[in-house]
């Protein structure tokens, strides 16, 4: 079994950065993609990021476009989430996944999943 753990959540101002980190455990996430969702209070777990294996194919939400940076080191078995110019609207959890596909979208194409960390932006 696969077994996701995110860090790197906080508190910051509006216009602030943090750097979430997911690390991968039990085994090897060789050849799977890995994405980012987030889930605000009473509201969709949504997208927000996803890579490839190879680091060749990149998507992000529009929301965050532009702001965030998707990245993995496959020798650490971490896949990070750069976010800057962070904004109140980006206050949520933020999940990390795992999915044998791609670089999906969906977050029914994910099987593996992180316990979330939270990521608080004031204004």
């Known amino acids: 079994q696969v077994q996701l753990v995110e860090s790197g959540g906080g508190l910051v101002q509006a216009g602030g950065s943090l750097r979430l980190s997911c690390v991968a455990s039990?085994?090897?996430?060789?050849?799977?993609?890995m994405g980012w969702f987030r889930q605000a209070p009473g509201k969709e777990r949504e997208f927000v990021a996803t890579?490839?294996?190879?680091?060749?194919?990149?998507s992000y939400d529009d929301s965050v476009k532009g702001r965030f940076t998707i990245s993995r080191d496959n020798a650490k078995n971490t896949v990070y989430l750069q976010m800057n110019s962070l904004k109140p609207d980006d206050t949520a959890v933020y999940y990390c996944?795992?999915?044998?596909?791609?670089?999906?979208?969906?977050?029914?194409?994910?099987?593996?999943w992180g316990q979330g960390t939270q990521v608080t932006v004031s204004s």
């Open positions: 890579i490839s294996w190879s680091g060749g194919t990149k």
């Open positions: 039990g085994r090897s996430f060789s050849g799977y993609a």
């Open positions: 996944a795992s999915s044998p596909r791609l670089a999906p979208m969906t977050l029914r194409s994910y099987d593996y």
